[in-house]
């Protein structure tokens, strides 16, 4: 495709001026911990099926986006090995027997190097796509993201990943704060709760678009022929 052809993708509230060469893919925190039985998310008493959902709607949008030659991104949320970064409110928050740092069954729990922390292999980034590293829920939180979709360029983003309602929304309203027009595919995201899910999608496109725009990844994918 022509990369600075302008298209629009069919879109709640209202069509969205998808421009290719304005525009990242930002995959959110996909991980192993979150998404895979016996990590994290399961350990926290989580149906990591509902997560799964989302896995094979993203591997079509990724494989589309780098077949188009367009920018892509990853994130994952995880500390620092000496947990530095890590506030005791959250390290506390739930009350669990397992916490963040914790030992677990794919080595320590959201730890940046461990095995849980990294991405799953169904979306694993190929050379030249940029990880962010975040150490809270949303990707712009003490994080070089801003400045790396700055010098690149790039004003908008198609933004999946889970989960809906708490790492996905949060940086969806950073983002739009900083002047960045998103755009979620529903069933690129996922929530452990459905309840949670149909909200954090509603929520986004409320208001005439008050903090981005919803579709699905067939719309996205057409636009990408």
């Known amino acids: 495709m022509n990369p600075t052809h302008m298209r629009l993708i069919d879109a709640e509230p209202y069509a969205f001026s998808f421009e290719p060469d304005r525009c990242a893919l930002l995959i959110i925190d996909m991980?192993?911990?979150?998404?895979?039985?016996?990590?994290?998310?399961?350990?926290?008493?989580?149906?990591?099926?509902?997560?799964r959902r989302a896995i094979a709607p993203n591997q079509r949008l990724l494989a589309a986006w780098?077949?188009?030659?367009?920018?892509?991104m990853h994130t994952r949320e995880?500390?620092?090995p000496d947990l530095a970064d890590l506030p005791p409110a959250k390290r506390i928050r739930g009350r669990c027997?397992?916490?963040?740092?914790?030992?677990?069954?794919?080595?320590?729990i959201l730890v940046r190097g461990e095995a849980g922390h990294d991405?799953?292999?169904?979306?694993?980034?190929?050379?030249?796509?940029a990880v962010v590293d975040k150490p809270g829920k949303g990707a712009f939180h003490a994080t070089d993201l801003d400045a790396m979709l700055r010098n690149l360029g790039i004003?908008?983003?198609?933004?999946?990943?889970?989960?809906?309602e708490v790492c996905v929304n949060t940086t969806v309203r950073e983002a739009n704060d900083r002047g960045y027009d998103c755009l979620v595919p529903s069933d690129c995201v996922g929530s452990y709760f459905p309840e949670f899910q149909d909200a954090g999608?509603?929520?986004?496109?409320?208001?005439?678009?008050?903090?981005?725009?919803v579709t699905d990844s067939t719309k996205v994918l057409a636009a990408l022929l």
């Not at 908008?156 to 989960?163: A, F, L, P, S």
């Not at 999608?201 to 725009?213: C, V």
């Open 31 to 51: 991980q192993r911990d979150f998404l895979e039985p016996g990590g994290f998310g399961e350990m926290l008493g989580n149906d990591v099926s509902e997560l």
């Open 97 to 108: 027997a397992t916490r963040i740092g914790d030992a677990g069954p794919m080595g320590r």
């Open 119 to 129: 991405i799953i292999p169904e979306l694993y980034p190929v050379a030249g796509e």
């Open 66 to 72: 780098r077949a188009a030659g367009l920018r892509v």
């Open 201 to 213: 999608l509603r929520m986004i496109k409320a208001q005439g678009g008050i903090f981005g725009w």
């Open 155 to 164: 004003t908008q983003m198609v933004v999946t990943g889970v989960t809906t």
């Open 78 to 80: 995880g500390h620092r």
